[in-house]
């Protein structure tokens, strides 16, 4: 899993942690976030939902979550965005 301690990078841009065999869910945390504008993360093995919070980023330019074990929608602001 991601470790709490990267959630806690404010300024944080780019979060590229793509093919790291990482599983457990994403954090709601993400979502305070707030400077990100690319997130890569696919080729992992994240379960369960989407974060709600990942609507909040609203710089979020690219989000790659494929290749993992997700489950549900992602939420319209995500792709609002």
């Given at each position: 899993s991601i470790p709490d301690s990267i959630y806690g990078l404010k300024?944080?841009?780019?979060?590229?942690?793509n093919d790291n065999n990482l599983s457990g869910s994403l954090s709601e945390s993400i979502g305070n976030m707030a400077m990100?504008?690319?997130?890569?993360?696919?080729?992992?093995?994240?379960?369960?939902?989407?974060?709600?919070?990942?609507?909040?980023?609203?710089n979020l330019?690219?989000?790659?979550?494929?290749?993992?074990n997700f489950n549900g929608a992602i939420v319209q602001e995500v792709c609002d965005n």
């Open positions: 300024k944080l841009k780019v979060l590229d942690l990100l504008v690319f997130v890569q993360l696919q080729g992992n093995n994240f379960t369960g939902s989407v974060p709600l919070n990942l609507g909040k980023l609203e330019e690219t989000l790659m979550i494929e290749n993992n």
